[in-house]
């Protein structure tokens, strides 16, 4: 059974950084495509980026393009998100999600695997 844990929310002030991780646990995800979204009150929830975990091939949303970087690390089973320069609409609940295969979906109801969320607020 596949388990995603976020953490490192906060709060910043615009300009800021923070570094989100997600622990996964109960497979091996040599074949999976891991992705961090994300969701402000009152919107659907967003793709922000990811990541291939056997190659470390990456996707970003445009919104967050030069801004954010998603990584990985095999032995700790655990994907980060670092996130710089943010921006007060980046304040949202940010989840970590997995899916099967390395097709580049960004689409929700491509991945099948979510964590419980940290949420992220920017302060102007």
């Known amino acids: 059974q596949v388990r995603l844990a976020e953490s490192g929310g906060g709060l910043v002030q615009a300009g800021g950084s923070l570094r989100l991780s997600c622990a996964a646990s109960?497979?091996?995800?040599?074949?999976?495509?891991m992705g961090w979204f994300r969701q402000a009150p009152g919107k659907e929830r967003e793709f922000v980026a990811s990541i291939l975990w056997s190659y470390g091939s990456t996707v970003y949303a445009d919104s967050v393009k030069g801004r954010f970087t998603v990584s990985r690390d095999n032995a700790k089973s655990t994907m980060y998100l670092q996130m710089n320069s943010l921006k007060p609409e980046d304040t949202a609940v940010y989840y970590c999600?997995?899916?099967?295969?390395?097709?580049?979906?960004?689409?929700?109801?491509?991945?099948?695997?979510w964590g419980q969320g940290t949420q992220v607020t920017v302060s102007s």
């Open positions: 109960g497979r091996t995800f040599s074949s999976y495509r």
């Open positions: 999600a997995a899916r099967v295969g390395g097709a580049a979906y960004t689409a929700v109801s491509t991945y099948a695997h």
